[in-house]
C-alpha cells in the first residue's frame, strides 16, 4: 500500500470541560464543549484572533470585560459554528450538593475497584484519577445520548492533584505504563458498557491545563458563566453584569437554546441559584 492510500487516523472529536459552581456553591458540576476534530486547528487560529483584536489575555467569565462584549460575542459564535459546521454538542450539569458527594464517592468507588483489580499502588496516581473521573463519566453519560461512537481527545482545566496524570510513568508488574493508561481503560470499560455511543477517550488523550492555555477549556467556562447568567436573568434576577452576559448568550444561541424544561428545575434563592425540592440536578444542552 503506498503512503498515499493509507487511511490517517484521527479522533473524531476535540472536547472541553471547565468546572462551573452557582455563587455559594449549593450546586455544581462541569460544562462539556465537544465539537469535530478536523474543524480544531480552525477554532483556535480563530479564538486567538479573536483575543489579540481585543487586546485580551483569554476568555474568563468571571473576568468579563464590559467594553469587550463584541469580543465575547464573536468567541461565542465561533463557538456554535463549530457546531453548525460538524457533529458536536454543549451541554452544563450541575448538581445539588448531596447528590454530587453521592456521585463523586461512586467513582472514587469504581476507581478504587479497578485499580486494585490492575495492581495500581501509586497513591498519587489514583487520587489524581479519582478527581478526574467525576467529570468524565458525565461526559461519557451526555455524549453517549447524543454521538455515534468514535473518539475524543479531552482538555480539562487544571488543579494541581490532577498534575500526575500528565506527568508521570506507571510501574506496574516490573513494567513501565503511562499514568494515563489506568484511568482511561477504565472509562472505557465502563463507557462500553452503559454508554456504547459515547465516543471513546483516546489512550494518552487527557489534557489538564490551565484554562489560559486552552482555548477549548475557555469556551467551556465562558458557556457556563454565560448560561449561569442567562438562567438568573429568566428567573426574574436582574444585574447589569448578568444581563449583558445574557443578552450576549442569547444573541448567540437564542433560535437553538431550549431552557423551559431546566429552568423548572432551578430556582432564586438570595442571591443564589438552588434546585428546587426533588430535583437532583439542573442540565442544559445544545446540539
Same mark, same amino acid.
Given at each position: 500500500?503506498?503512503?498515499?492510500?493509507?487511511?490517517?487516523?484521527?479522533?473524531?472529536?476535540?472536547?472541553?470541560?471547565?468546572?462551573? %459552581?452557582?455563587?455559594?456553591?449549593?450546586? *455544581?458540576?462541569?460544562?462539556?464543549? *465537544?465539537?469535530?476534530?478536523?474543524?480544531?486547528?480552525?477554532? +483556535?487560529?480563530?479564538? *486567538?484572533?479573536?483575543?489579540?483584536?481585543?487586546?485580551?489575555?483569554?476568555?474568563?467569565?468571571?473576568?468579563?470585560?464590559?467594553?469587550?462584549?463584541?469580543?465575547?460575542? &464573536?468567541?461565542?459564535?465561533?463557538?456554535?459554528?463549530?457546531?453548525?459546521?460538524?457533529?458536536?454538542?454543549?451541554?452544563?450539569?450541575?448538581?445539588?450538593?448531596?447528590?454530587?458527594?453521592?456521585?463523586?464517592?461512586?467513582?472514587?468507588?469504581?476507581?478504587?475497584?479497578?485499580?486494585?483489580?490492575?495492581?495500581?499502588?501509586?497513591?498519587?496516581?489514583?487520587?489524581?484519577?479519582?478527581?478526574? %473521573?467525576?467529570?468524565?463519566?458525565?461526559?461519557?453519560?451526555?455524549?453517549?445520548?447524543?454521538?455515534?461512537?468514535?473518539?475524543?481527545?479531552?482538555?480539562?482545566?487544571?488543579?494541581?492533584?490532577?498534575?500526575?496524570?500528565?506527568?508521570?510513568?506507571?510501574?506496574?508488574? +516490573?513494567?513501565?505504563?503511562?499514568?494515563?493508561?489506568?484511568?482511561?481503560?477504565?472509562?472505557?470499560?465502563?463507557?462500553?458498557?452503559?454508554?456504547?455511543? %459515547?465516543?471513546?477517550? &483516546?489512550?494518552?488523550?487527557?489534557?489538564?491545563?490551565?484554562?489560559?492555555?486552552?482555548?477549548?477549556?475557555?469556551?467551556?467556562?465562558?458557556?457556563?458563566?454565560?448560561?449561569?447568567?442567562?438562567?438568573?436573568?429568566?428567573?426574574?434576577?436582574?444585574?447589569?453584569?448578568?444581563?449583558?452576559? *445574557?443578552?450576549?448568550?442569547?444573541? %448567540?444561541?437564542?433560535?437553538?437554546?431550549?431552557?423551559?424544561?431546566?429552568?423548572?428545575?432551578?430556582?432564586?434563592?438570595?442571591?443564589?441559584?438552588?434546585?428546587?425540592?426533588?430535583?437532583?440536578?439542573?442540565?442544559?444542552?445544545?446540539?
Amino acid at each position: 500500500m503506498s503512503i498515499t492510500d493509507q487511511v490517517i487516523y484521527a479522533p473524531k472529536y476535540v472536547t472541553g470541560i471547565d468546572d462551573i %459552581a452557582t455563587m455559594n456553591a449549593w450546586c *455544581s458540576g462541569w460544562t462539556i464543549v *465537544s465539537f469535530d476534530y478536523h474543524l480544531f486547528d480552525y477554532f +483556535e487560529k480563530e479564538a *486567538s484572533k479573536i483575543l489579540q483584536n481585543a487586546n485580551l489575555q483569554s476568555f474568563h467569565g468571571k473576568e468579563f470585560k464590559r467594553k469587550k462584549s463584541d469580543s465575547y460575542l &464573536e468567541f461565542l459564535k465561533l463557538i456554535r459554528s463549530m457546531l453548525e459546521r460538524g457533529p458536536g454538542f454543549i451541554c452544563c450539569t450541575l448538581l445539588g450538593q448531596d447528590w454530587k458527594t453521592e456521585f463523586e464517592y461512586f467513582c472514587d468507588r469504581v476507581i478504587d475497584g479497578s485499580f486494585s483489580d490492575a495492581g495500581i499502588e501509586c497513591e498519587a496516581i489514583t487520587n489524581a484519577s479519582k478527581k478526574v %473521573a467525576a467529570p468524565l463519566f458525565t461526559y461519557q453519560r451526555l455524549a453517549g445520548e447524543r454521538c455515534h461512537g468514535g473518539s475524543t481527545l479531552i482538555y480539562i482545566d487544571r488543579h494541581a492533584v490532577l498534575d500526575p496524570l500528565n506527568f508521570s510513568k506507571l510501574q506496574v508488574h +516490573e513494567k513501565q505504563m503511562p499514568a494515563q493508561l489506568p484511568i482511561v481503560a477504565a472509562l472505557r470499560a465502563y463507557g462500553r458498557n452503559k454508554f456504547p455511543n %459515547a465516543p471513546e477517550i &483516546e489512550r494518552d488523550g487527557i489534557t489538564i491545563c490551565p484554562d489560559e492555555d486552552s482555548y477549548l477549556v475557555q469556551a467551556a467556562d465562558i458557556i457556563g458563566n454565560f448560561s449561569t447568567a442567562f438562567a438568573f436573568r429568566h428567573l426574574g434576577k436582574i444585574s447589569a453584569q448578568n444581563d449583558l452576559k *445574557s443578552e450576549l448568550f442569547e444573541q %448567540a444561541f437564542a433560535d437553538v437554546l431550549d431552557l423551559s424544561g431546566a429552568l423548572g428545575q432551578i430556582r432564586i434563592s438570595g442571591n443564589d441559584l438552588v434546585l428546587k425540592e426533588g430535583a437532583s440536578s439542573f442540565t442544559f444542552c445544545i446540539a
